[in-house]
Antibody, heavy 118, light 107 residues
């Protein structure tokens, strides 16, 4: 089955750190670009970060310098290392797959909730 | 940054009726536009990419149109399972941005 499964979401204090993981299955992970999209409670979708199949990365201004996206192709896993977390980072974080060539998202995980609060 | 604006915020439609959702880009995105559907408690699902190409498994009652800065998603005859929030997203350049969403509710 083609799927993405996120994990690692938790309650964390402001200023803290957290690492999200996304396990991919059912497709050749190494061949595809990947990304993270988040959704604050009751709000719309916000693109966070992207990584190409060969490791090139880009970030939204809101997380630049605080978040790091990476991938381990041998483990079919995508990561998001988050540091200096703020209340406004509270959201469901979705791992998403890019079908190839163009940066829209054809496969979404169920998401993992990150809550930043004291 | 390209700003994506969706209208209306909420659309009240009766089952079986036609619904047209709008998405406007602050500058041209050519045909680099995708539409997603999100139901409560679920992840979004890709409906349309390249402004008018239906994703795999998407019913023919969903259609996309437009190019440049003006786009539309039309649902020709609303079914009960179509009541949801719909988002547009451009993929012309960085950063990728989404519209604020249109909620399609039962009239």
């Amino acid at each position: 089955e083609v799927q993405l499964v996120e994990s690692g979401g938790a309650l964390v204090q402001p200023g803290g750190s957290l690492r999200l993981s996304c396990a991919a299955s059912g497709f050749t992970f190494v061949s595809y670009d990947m990304s993270w999209v988040r959704q604050a409670p009751g709000k719309g979708l916000e693109w966070v970060s992207a990584i190409s199949h060969n490791g090139g990365t880009t970030y939204a201004d809101s997380v630049q310098g605080r978040f790091t996206i990476s991938r381990d192709n041998s483990k079919y896993t995508l990561y998001l290392q988050m540091s200096s977390l703020r209340a406004e980072d509270t959201a469901i974080y979705y791992c998403v797959k890019v079908p190839g060539g163009h940066w829209y998202f054809d496969l979404w995980g169920r998401g993992t909730l990150v809550t930043v609060s004291s | 940054e390209i700003v994506m604006t969706q209208s209306p915020a909420t659309l009240s439609v009766s089952p079986g009726e036609r619904a047209t959702l709008s998405c406007r880009a602050s500058q041209s995105v050519s045909s680099n536009l995708a539409w997603y559907q999100q139901k409560p408690g679920q992840a979004p699902r890709l409906l349309i990419y390249g402004a008018f190409t239906r994703a795999s498994g998407i019913p023919a009652r969903f259609s996309g149109s437009g190019s440049g800065t003006e786009f539309a998603l039309t649902i020709s005859s609303l079914q009960s399972e179509d009541f949801a929030v719909y988002y547009c997203q451009h993929f012309t350049n960085w950063p990728l941005t989404f519209g604020g969403g249109t909620k399609v509710e039962i009239k």
